[in-house]
T-cell receptor, first 116, second 112 residues
Framework: AQTVTQSQPEMSVQEAETVTLSCTYD???????LFWYKQPPSRQMILVIR??????QNATENRFSVNFQKAAKSFSLKISDSQLGDAAMYFC?????????????FGQGTRLTINP | DADVTQTPRNRITKTGKRIMLECSQT?????MYWYRQDPGLGLRLIYY???????NKGEISDGYSVSRQAQAKFSLSLESAIPNQTALYFC???????????FGQGTRLTVV
C-alpha cells in the first residue's frame, strides 16, 4: 500500500526567508504523481504544485519549488521569500497513475507559521 | 456555485444515530473520494470510486459505507455514529491521469 509521511508537524519561518517542508512516500509503483496542497484556516484545499514521477526536472510555480528524489522517494517543498499569506497547513499527496480508480493518499500535514 | 458541494457543512448528531453526508460535483469527473481529517493525522482515505460500479475501500473504511448514485453524486454514511467519528470530512473529485483533485468545503461532524 502507498503511504506518505510528513515528519515535521510544525515549521516556522521569518517573513521573506526560505523554508523547506519534507515529505517521503512509499510505493512499489513506477508511475505516479505527487502534489503539495495548502489548507488555510478557511479549510479550503488549494493545489500548490504537482510533479510527474516520470519527469526528472523539478516542478516550480513562482516562489514554490520541489526537490523530487525518485530513488529516495522524497518530495520536499521549498517556499522562497515567505509571505504572511503562506501561513497554512501543507499536505503532501501521492496519486497512482493507471486505469480505473486511482488512489490519492495524503500525509499528516505540516503547519507553517510565518513570523513577521 | 462550487464545483464540489458537500452537505451539510456542519452537523451534530448523537451516538448510535445513522447519518449521511452528501457530495455532488459539476466537474464531470469520474473519480470521487471521501476523506476524514483529524489533527496530526492528516487526510485519511475512507472510500474511493471510479464510477457507479466501482467502489474501493480506503485505509479506514470500518464503520462507514458509501453509495455512488450517479457519476456526479457520492454519499458517505455512518450507520451507527460513535464519538470517535467526530472529524472534518472532505469529498474530492479528480479527472484524468495526473490531474489535481478538487475538494468540497468540508463537513464538520460532531458525535456526542
Amino acid at each position: 500500500a502507498q503511504t506518505v509521511t510528513q515528519s515535521q508537524p510544525e515549521m516556522s519561518v521569518q517573513e521573506a526567508e526560505t523554508v523547506t517542508l519534507s515529505c517521503t512516500y512509499d510505493t512499489s509503483e513506477s508511475d505516479y504523481y505527487l502534489f503539495w496542497y495548502k489548507q488555510p484556516p478557511s479549510r479550503q484545499m488549494i493545489l500548490v504544485i504537482r510533479q510527474e514521477a516520470y519527469k526528472q526536472q523539478n516542478a516550480t510555480e513562482n516562489r514554490f519549488s520541489v526537490n523530487f528524489q525518485k530513488a529516495a522517494k522524497s518530495f520536499s517543498l521549498k517556499i522562497s521569500d515567505s509571505q504572511l499569506g503562506d501561513a497554512a497547513m501543507y499536505f503532501c499527496a501521492y496519486r497512482s497513475a493507471g486505469q480505473g480508480a486511482q488512489k490519492l493518499v495524503f500525509g499528516q500535514g505540516t503547519r507553517l507559521t510565518i513570523n513577521p | 456555485d462550487a464545483d464540489v458541494t458537500q452537505t451539510p457543512r456542519n452537523r451534530i448528531t448523537k451516538t448510535g444515530k445513522r447519518i449521511m453526508l452528501e457530495c455532488s460535483q459539476t466537474k464531470g469527473h469520474d473519480r470521487m473520494y471521501w476523506y476524514r481529517q483529524d489533527p496530526g493525522l492528516g487526510l485519511r482515505l475512507i472510500y474511493y470510486s471510479f464510477d457507479v460500479k466501482d467502489i474501493n475501500k480506503g485505509e479506514i473504511s470500518d464503520g462507514y459505507s458509501v453509495s455512488r448514485q450517479a457519476q456526479a453524486k457520492f454519499s458517505l454514511s455512518l450507520e451507527s455514529a460513535i464519538p470517535n467519528q467526530t472529524a472534518l470530512y472532505f469529498c474530492a473529485t479528480s479527472g484524468p491521469r495526473g490531474t489535481e483533485a478538487f475538494f468540497g468545503q468540508g463537513t464538520r461532524l460532531t458525535v456526542v
